[in-house]
């Protein structure tokens, strides 16, 4: 689909099985493609702020979410946990 499809992208995001990213506020974690940022960005503030429980029992860990990324040529979910520990 994707030659058929998509115009070719610069930077397309190449995240790999694995990768943990930190975010710090609203500030993209580096090496996170934009895509991805803005869809699980509301998600990240929100936990981070003391949310849970997302879509009432969606989860079985409260302040977690799964998340995937909008990019329907290049389809990654995103497992966001909070992390209760000063990562500086």
């Given at each position: 689909m994707m030659a058929k499809y998509?115009?070719?992208i610069e930077n397309a995001c190449m995240v790999e099985e694995g990768q943990v990213f930190?975010?710090?506020g609203w500030r993209r974690p580096?090496?996170?493609c934009e895509s991805a940022w803005e869809t699980m960005s509301p998600f990240v503030m929100a936990l981070a702020h003391g949310a849970?429980?997302?879509y009432e029992g969606w989860m079985k860990n409260k302040r977690?979410?799964?998340i995937?990324?909008?990019?329907?040529f290049r389809p990654v979910?995103?497992?966001?946990e909070t992390v209760?520990?000063?990562v500086t």
């Open positions: 998509e115009n070719p930190i975010a710090d580096e090496g996170l849970e429980d997302f977690s979410a799964m995937s990324c909008n990019d329907g979910s995103f497992l966001l209760e520990e000063d």
